[in-house]
C-alpha cells in the first residue's frame, strides 16, 4: 500500500512541474478579468478586481496585462454579499457607536494558464467575512477582499 502511494506521488508530481510562487514557470504576467456580479454592491467587483491584481504582483511577483497578451487569466464571479448583520450591542445606549457589524462575501474564482488551457486554481462557494463599527462598511468589505485575496495567493502557492 506504501509502494502504491509513493507510486502515484511520484507520478503525480511529475505531471505538475511548479516552480517559484507554485505556479508553472511560463506564467509571469497575469490578468485579472472583472468579475461577474450577482450582487447589489455596484463597487465590490472593481475593489476586488484591484485587490487581487496589488496582491498578484506584490506577493507572486506576476507582472499585469491585457487579457490577450497575459499568461495566465483570473475571473470569477460574485455570489453574494450580504452585509448589516449584527456582531455585537454596546451596553451604554448614550455611545455613539452602539454596535459591530458583520459582511460576508461569496465568490467562485480560477486561475487558467492561457498557455495550456488547463485550470491552474479554482474554487467555488469561497467566503470571506469582514467586520465593521456601525457605518463603516468599507472598512469590514476591504477585511473581506484581503482575506479571498490572500486565500487566492495560497491557493496559487
Same mark, same amino acid.
Given at each position: ?12 508530481? !511529475? ?6 510562487? !507554485? ?6 504576467? @497575469? ?23 496589488? !496582491? ?17 487569466? @483570473? ?31 461569496? @465568490? ?31 472598512? !469590514? ?17
Amino acid at each position: 500500500m506504501m509502494r502504491l502511494l509513493a507510486c502515484c506521488l511520484l507520478l503525480f508530481s !511529475g505531471c505538475y512541474g511548479f516552480a517559484g510562487g !507554485g505556479l508553472p514557470p511560463h506564467v509571469r504576467t @497575469v490578468a485579472v478579468l472583472p468579475f461577474e456580479n450577482e450582487t447589489t454592491s455596484p463597487e465590490l467587483p472593481r475593489e476586488l478586481q484591484d485587490g487581487l491584481r496589488d !496582491g498578484l504582483q506584490s506577493r507572486l511577483g506576476l507582472r499585469d496585462a491585457t487579457e490577450e497578451r497575459a499568461s495566465a487569466v @483570473v475571473r470569477g464571479r460574485i455570489t453574494q454579499y450580504s452585509f448589516d448583520e449584527p456582531v455585537a450591542f454596546s451596553a451604554d445606549p448614550t455611545q455613539a457607536t452602539s454596535a459591530r457589524r458583520r459582511l460576508r462575501v461569496q @465568490v467562485n474564482i480560477e486561475i487558467v494558464d492561457q498557455v495550456t488551457g488547463r485550470v491552474l486554481w479554482s474554487k467555488s462557494g469561497m467566503t470571506a467575512e469582514g467586520e465593521y463599527a456601525e457605518r463603516n462598511e468599507l472598512a !469590514g468589505r476591504k477585511q473581506a477582499i484581503d482575506r479571498i485575496v490572500n486565500d487566492v495567493i495560497e491557493g496559487a502557492q
